[in-house]
């Protein structure tokens, strides 16, 4: 396991964002397993709301990852 922190620093940023990405899809398709505490359901719903009031405060995943990868 140690090794692999290091393989994912030699990564260029796409590939460590394609990553991610294939890493949260998995964990999604599994999320009736995650716990989640009183907490976290607080704050997910208070984000909800916010979003929910406030729209064009957030942008969309696609828009966040081409911005990410502009900067390379």
Known sequence: MSQIPSKIANLGV???LDLVQA???SIEANQESLPVSEAERQELARRLTDFQFNP???SPWAD?????LDRE
């Open 23 to 25: 890493i949260w899809e």
């Open 14 to 16: 796409a590939e460590r």
């Open 56 to 58: 064009g405060t957030s």
């Open 64 to 68: 966040v990852k081409a911005r990410l």
